[in-house]
């Protein structure tokens, strides 16, 4: 599961991107930009996901940090985390997306709301344009 915490309304903007269960569900990271080049903040190795099940993650952000950690309980700690050594790109939508071929549902919780989205497009071609967005603001 890709997660874009990106500054503008599109991916071709800056973003940071959090990549759970990547590479077969063998790591999870987080990057500034979406290339495969790009160099991991941070990583954490093993599984973060699991087929027909969901899994609660929270990811929050400040002025120069993210943090991922397992639940939506506010004091489990950061798997994940990154401070940024410069200026924090400020986050306005947030995309999502699954790896290609795959199918994904997610559902957000923000400020007492619910989101469900859905990825059910099956792509088994990878394009630039990847993330589904939802301004959640």
């Known amino acids: 599961a890709y997660i874009g915490l990106m500054s503008g309304s599109s991916d071709d903007q ?4 959090i990549d759970l269960g990547a590479y077969g569900n063998t790591v999870s990271y987080i990057r500034a930009g979406k290339s495969v080049s790009l160099p991991r903040l941070d ?3 093993g599984p973060a996901l699991k087929c027909n099940t969901y899994k609660d993650f ?3 952000w400040d002025d120069d ?3 991922v950690s397992r639940g939506l ?3 489990a700690s950061p798997f994940l985390t990154w401070t940024s050594p410069t200026t924090f790109w400020p986050v306005q939508t947030i ?3 699954t790896a290609h071929g795959a199918i994904g549902e997610w559902i957000f919780h923000i400020q ?5 989205l859905y990825d059910n497009s099956n792509n088994t071609s990878w394009c630039m344009n990847r993330y589904s967005c939802v301004n959640l603001f």
């Open 65 to 67: 940090t993210i943090n």
């Open 73 to 75: 309980d506010d004091s």
């Open 112 to 116: 007492g709301k619910q989101f469900i």
């Open 58 to 60: 929270r990811i929050t």
């Open 95 to 97: 995309g999502i997306c």
């Open 43 to 45: 990583e954490y190795p």
């Open 14 to 17: 800056p973003l940071y991107e």
